[in-house]
């Protein structure tokens, strides 16, 4: 049977490794390691197909360890006593070096489980994950390892693979092989970083190659952009891609960017993820433009609205006017900061009375001498009158500070002007 072209093309060294020069470059630290042939826990974190499973069967091959693999998935604790028996044995005389997939699906019980095999050097773990492992792995197991993050592959990085794998389907196909030159780097462009997509798309595409009239095969861009369709997203809406996404679209507002605000909007919307950029855009005009334009929420709320009602794909048009407006406006982060110190006095437990003038009059029925004496402000001019509203605990406390945009400072300007004095 014939190898599927992404196991064949698989690197048989360092050197041949796509991308990660920064942990396998010439003094990349995790290379050093390999090099040394010393055996050590690791944990690989990084999106798939960045070479995580081939730097795993690299390290088996220079410590002379017997590699298992299984995938948490799947796996049980009895696969893992499996192993253990075969430690010491001809199946492993060395100790086993166990890469364990998808680490973050394993419970704390059966994470634990290989503490004790870790510690007395019977299993030397490598554990892959595509998420956050200071969120998903067991704390022991961390300290008893090196966490290494993957990055995606740039596509200058993934086109020479593209190219080896094209070269390679020439020799194995029976009909001669052509391709239009813009064909690898559309590629090595679409699959968004990930190797072994590239690789598999290559596959697929040669052998849905139809014949010209020469008899040549001829991968065209057209069949490529159609098998590379949305490969360039990465994107689990539980997952790390989900939210540093929408922290991008949040930080690229934030920044005045509307360019970025649009492009990271976009990937949420191509992934058919319509409720979180709308959430997001509503918590953007409160946090980040706020009281410098008090009108963005409303109408960020009514850009949302009419997206839930259209659906996508025209939803994009609202929320991309949101995003733009969101992105120009001028903002202010002093409602948020105010709310946020609120909230942390009163977690630490500074509250105190309510001042006896805001109660609520029921107490003015008890019969005591408690009256009110509450001053309505309607009452006096401008509005106003001098009065204490927060606890005696608190009194003087400044939760609320002027911004510098132009709507709060016109704000300032009147209540200094109807208090008499600055504020």
Same mark, same amino acid.
């Given at each position: 049977? &014939?190898? =599927?072209? @992404?196991?064949?093309?698989?690197?048989?060294?360092?050197? &041949?490794?796509?991308?990660?020069?920064? +942990?396998?470059?010439?003094?990349?630290?995790?290379?050093?390691?390999?090099?040394?042939?010393?055996?050590?826990?690791?944990?690989?974190?990084?999106?798939?197909?960045?070479?995580?499973?081939?730097?795993?069967?690299?390290?088996?091959?220079?410590?002379?360890? #017997?590699?298992?693999?299984?995938?948490?998935?799947?796996?049980?604790?009895?696969?893992?006593?499996?192993?253990?028996?075969?430690?010491?044995?001809?199946?492993?005389?060395?100790?086993?070096?166990?890469?364990?997939?998808?680490?973050?699906?394993?419970?704390?019980?059966?994470?634990?489980?290989?503490?004790?095999?870790?510690?007395?050097?019977?299993?030397?773990?490598? @554990?892959?994950?595509?998420?956050?492992?200071?969120?998903?792995?067991?704390?022991?197991?961390?300290?008893?390892? #090196?966490?290494?993050?993957?990055?995606?592959?740039?596509?200058?990085?993934?086109?020479?693979?593209?190219?080896?794998?094209?070269?390679?389907?020439?020799?194995?196909?029976?009909?001669?092989?052509?391709?239009?030159?813009?064909?690898?780097?559309?590629?090595?462009?679409?699959?968004?970083?990930?190797?072994?997509?590239?690789?598999?798309?290559?596959?697929?595409?040669?052998?849905?190659?139809?014949?010209?009239?020469?008899?040549?095969?001829?991968?065209?861009?057209?069949?490529?952009?159609?098998?590379?369709?949305?490969?360039?997203?990465?994107?689990?809406?539980?997952?790390?891609? /989900?939210?540093?996404? +929408?922290?991008?679209?949040?930080?690229?507002?934030?920044?005045?960017?509307?360019?970025?605000?649009?492009?990271?909007?976009?990937?949420?919307?191509?992934?058919?993820?319509?409720?979180? =950029?709308?959430? !997001?855009?509503?918590?953007?005009?409160?946090?980040?433009?706020?009281?410098?334009?008090?009108?963005?929420?409303?109408?960020?709320?009514?850009?949302?609205?009419?997206?839930?009602?259209?659906?996508? =794909?025209?939803?994009?048009?609202?929320? @991309?006017?949101?995003?733009?407006?969101?992105? #120009?406006?001028?903002?202010?982060?002093?409602?948020?900061?105010?709310?946020?110190?609120?909230?942390?006095?009163?977690?630490?437990?500074?509250?105190?009375?309510?001042?006896?003038?805001?109660?609520?009059?029921?107490?003015?029925?008890?019969?005591?001498?408690?009256?009110?004496?509450?001053?309505?402000? /309607?009452?006096?001019?401008?509005?106003?009158? &001098?009065?204490?509203?927060?606890?005696? @605990?608190?009194?003087?406390?400044?939760?609320?500070?002027?911004?510098?945009?132009?709507?709060?400072?016109?704000? !300032?300007?009147?209540? &200094?002007?109807?208090?008499?004095?600055?504020?």
């Amino acid at each position: 049977m &014939e190898r =599927p072209l @992404a196991d064949e093309i698989r690197p048989q060294s360092l050197d &041949e490794v796509v991308g990660q020069r920064h +942990l396998l470059g010439p003094n990349g630290v995790l290379r050093r390691i390999i090099e040394s042939g010393v055996s050590a826990n690791m944990v690989f974190y990084g999106p798939s197909g960045t070479g995580k499973t081939t730097i795993a069967n690299l390290i088996a091959q220079r410590t002379h360890r #017997t590699l298992y693999r299984l995938n948490a998935t799947t796996a049980s604790l009895q696969d893992i006593k499996d192993i253990i028996a075969d430690v010491g044995t001809l199946m492993a005389p060395g100790g086993a070096l166990l890469y364990l997939d998808e680490i973050q699906y394993f419970n704390k019980k059966q994470q634990q489980s290989l503490l004790e095999f870790m510690e007395n050097g019977k299993i030397t773990l490598i @554990a892959s994950t595509t998420e956050n492992p200071y969120f998903y792995v067991y704390t022991a197991l961390l300290s008893r390892s #090196t966490v290494f993050e993957f990055k995606a592959v740039s596509p200058k990085e993934v086109l020479p693979a593209v190219e080896r794998a094209l070269k390679i389907e020439q020799e194995r196909l029976e009909l001669p092989l052509k391709w239009e030159e813009e064909v690898p780097l559309d590629i090595a462009t679409a699959c968004g970083g990930d190797v072994r997509k590239a690789i598999n798309a290559v596959e697929l595409l040669c052998r849905s190659a139809l014949p010209d009239p020469e008899g040549n095969l001829v991968l065209t861009r057209e069949d490529a952009s159609q098998l590379a369709q949305r490969s360039a997203m990465r994107y689990d809406r539980d997952g790390d891609a /989900h939210y540093d996404i +929408l922290s991008a679209l949040q930080k690229s507002i934030r920044g005045s960017d509307p360019d970025a605000a649009v492009h990271y909007l976009a990937r949420l919307l191509e992934a058919g993820d319509l409720l979180s =950029p709308c959430r !997001r855009l509503l918590v953007i005009a409160a946090e980040d433009i706020g009281l410098a334009y008090p009108q963005a929420i409303a109408i960020t709320k009514a850009c949302v609205d009419a997206a839930v009602q259209l659906g996508l =794909p025209e939803a994009r048009l609202p929320l @991309a006017e949101a995003a733009i407006l969101l992105a #120009t406006a001028p903002k202010s982060n002093t409602a948020h900061n105010a709310i946020i110190a609120a909230m942390a006095d009163v977690a630490k437990g500074k509250t105190g009375d309510i001042p006896r003038c805001l109660q609520n009059v029921h107490a003015d029925t008890t019969g005591f001498d408690n009256k009110q004496h509450y001053k309505y402000p /309607h009452d006096y001019p401008n509005r106003w009158v &001098e009065q204490q509203y927060l606890p005696d @605990a608190l009194q003087g406390v400044r939760y609320y500070q002027w911004g510098d945009n132009k709507t709060e400072q016109a704000a !300032r300007a009147y209540w &200094e002007k109807i208090k008499g004095g600055p504020l």
